[in-house]
């Protein structure tokens, strides 16, 4: 899933430095794909997919068939009330997240671990009504889904294995049946960003996204050092991965740059109208499986 992205402007459309009701709130420079730039793209994007895979026709539609399920279930479920929206919202994104990863394997390889993480989810899930223990399942299940595409991504690369074994490593310290679960949402949502952040700075081949990596590991920074609570945490988390989310939507399609504007701007508007830091947990997480949900879409389309 190599990245051939040769366009003269960048596109990072969300600005969000709060940790919290009362933060800031940014407008970066946005500037448009030009039209011509934005053809070409699409069209050297998928020749080059064309090149490395063979088309699974019957593998697309399993695929397909499961994302609608995922989001059938999701909007089926109930989310009245703030945690428990949060909670839907996680498990259709470590679903979201499997069938991106399913799509990705191609050589399946990681088919056993992959049908391992999505048995223990939903073992997990079954055995318990509580809603901390599937906040902290759906939590753990995502960040599972982070490294295992990490670790499909750097496959054979000796150094990046050791980088993710390290973010493992600072992230379980965290993870333990002891903590608390935002204690664990916000050790969660920093391994996201980070296995966000590895794998997509490594698909920029071009260095296209090096002025928004900026911004946004700048963004991260700031969060932290204002943020009080893990409540906080989590947002900055979960937020910064957002972002990044957008580089890997738009780097699939370009085509998908007025939609995630507009997904973009929905999700600043409901975080200033949001009523207190609960209302910010609920979009900060919507909008990661919003978008996550196209990028797996738009990853089964190009590979399959």
Same mark, same amino acid.
């Given at each position: ?110 088919? /056993? ?8 989810? /939903? ?182």
């Amino acid at each position: 899933m190599k990245s051939h992205l040769h366009v003269s402007t960048l596109l990072l459309l969300i600005s969000i430095t709060a940790c919290g009701k009362g933060g800031d709130t940014t407008e970066l420079d946005t500037r448009k794909f030009d039209s011509a730039a934005t053809d070409s793209v699409v069209a050297s994007t998928h020749a080059d997919t064309a090149s490395y895979y063979i088309a699974d026709p019957e593998l697309k539609q399993v695929l397909r068939k499961e994302l609608f399920e995922i989001q059938r279930r999701r909007d089926a479920d109930d989310r009245s009330e703030g945690l428990e929206g949060m909670i839907v919202d996680l498990q259709a994104l470590f679903h979201t997240l499997t069938v991106t990863a399913r799509a990705l394997d191609r050589s399946k390889m990681f088919t /056993n671990d992959i049908e391992t993480e999505i048995s223990r989810f /939903n073992s997990a899930n079954h055995s318990s009504a509580e809603e901390s223990s599937r906040m902290l399942n759906g939590l753990r299940g995502t960040y599972s889904m982070y490294a295992m595409l990490a670790k499909m991504r750097f496959l054979g690369r000796d150094d990046a294995q050791r980088r993710i074994q390290e973010i493992h490593d600072s992230a379980v310290e965290d993870f333990g049946p002891e903590s608390k679960p935002m204690q664990t949402a916000a050790a969660a949502a920093h391994a996201y960003y980070m296995l966000m952040r590895l794998i997509m700075r490594d698909v920029d081949t071009d260095r296209i996204y090096d002025e928004a990596f900026q911004q946004i590991d700048q963004r991260y920074r700031e969060g932290k050092e204002v943020a009080r609570t893990d409540e906080d945490r989590y947002i900055n988390g979960m937020y910064r991965v957002f972002e990044i989310s957008q580089l890997w939507a738009i780097s699939l399609s370009p085509s998908l740059m007025n939609e995630v504007s507009e997904m973009s701007s929905l999700l600043a508007h409901n975080i200033a109208d949001a009523a207190n830091v609960g209302e910010q947990l609920v979009w900060a997480t919507e909008f990661l499986y919003r978008i996550s949900l196209r990028i797996a879409e738009e990853t089964i389309t190009l590979i399959l």
